[in-house]
């Protein structure tokens, strides 16, 4: 795919206001780009990158609340309901009462959902790989170093 923005083309003050200049407008591009990438590379498992959030987050934290994975994530709580159900049908988590909290439902991963989980990661790391080929190995750390710390920044400006 061609690059349309050729910095050398702009006088210094078109370039300062062109869009390509904006964090935000490259970030979302580039997530369209991963997004679109990780949607065709599993589209026959059936997992969204979505599902495939929650499902890990299940993993990760057994026993977890809905309502703890949808403030976690930021998803509505109706929304994930849908997600949730259809992890529980497929096979890949199970619900669980929560002792002493008769409207609370703890999530539990199958050993099916962990194996999901597993596959699908592997298939989500080697296109990542592909598509991150551009850095070296270094640069690849030290851009998901400064993600990470871009996003605790955020996360923790919201939480104040």
Same mark, same amino acid.
Request: proline content about 4%; aromatic content about 6%.
């Given at each position: 795919m061609?690059?349309?923005?050729?910095?050398?083309?702009?006088s210094?003050? #078109?370039?300062?206001? @062109?869009?390509?200049? !904006?964090?935000?407008?490259?970030?979302?591009? &580039?997530?369209?780009? *991963?997004? %679109?990438? $990780?949607?065709? +590379?599993?589209? +026959? &498992?059936?997992? =969204?990158?979505r599902?495939?959030?929650?499902?890990?987050l299940?993993? #990760?934290?057994?026993?977890?609340?809905? @309502? %703890?994975?949808?403030?976690?994530? +930021?998803?509505?709580? @109706?929304?994930?309901?849908?997600?949730?159900?259809?992890?529980?049908? +497929?096979? !890949?988590?199970?619900r669980?009462?929560?002792?002493g909290?008769?409207? =609370?439902? &703890?999530?539990?991963?199958?050993?099916?959902?962990?194996?999901?989980?597993?596959?699908?990661?592997?298939?989500a790391?080697?296109?990542?790989?592909?598509?991150?080929?551009? $850095? =070296?190995?270094?640069?690849?750390?030290? *851009?998901? %170093?400064?993600?990470?710390?871009?996003?605790? @920044?955020?996360?923790? %400006?919201?939480?104040?």
């Amino acid at each position: 795919m061609r690059n349309t923005f050729e910095q050398d083309k702009f006088s210094e003050a #078109d370039a300062d206001r @062109s869009i390509e200049t !904006l964090f935000g407008y490259n970030l979302k591009r &580039a997530y369209m780009i *991963f997004r %679109d990438d $990780f949607r065709h +590379g599993v589209e +026959g &498992a059936g997992i =969204s990158p979505r599902t495939m959030t929650v499902l890990g987050l299940i993993v #990760d934290c057994p026993q977890i609340t809905q @309502s %703890d994975v949808a403030r976690q994530l +930021g998803i509505e709580r @109706s929304g994930l309901v849908a997600i949730i159900d259809d992890l529980e049908q +497929g096979g !890949l988590v199970r619900r669980e009462a929560v002792p002493g909290d008769r409207r =609370s439902q &703890a999530l539990l991963p199958t050993p099916q959902g962990r194996q999901k989980l597993e596959n699908t990661m592997a298939q989500a790391r080697a296109r990542e790989e592909q598509l991150l080929a551009v $850095f =070296s190995p270094q640069e690849q750390a030290q *851009f998901l %170093d400064l993600l990470h710390r871009l996003r605790r @920044s955020c996360e923790n %400006d919201t939480q104040a």
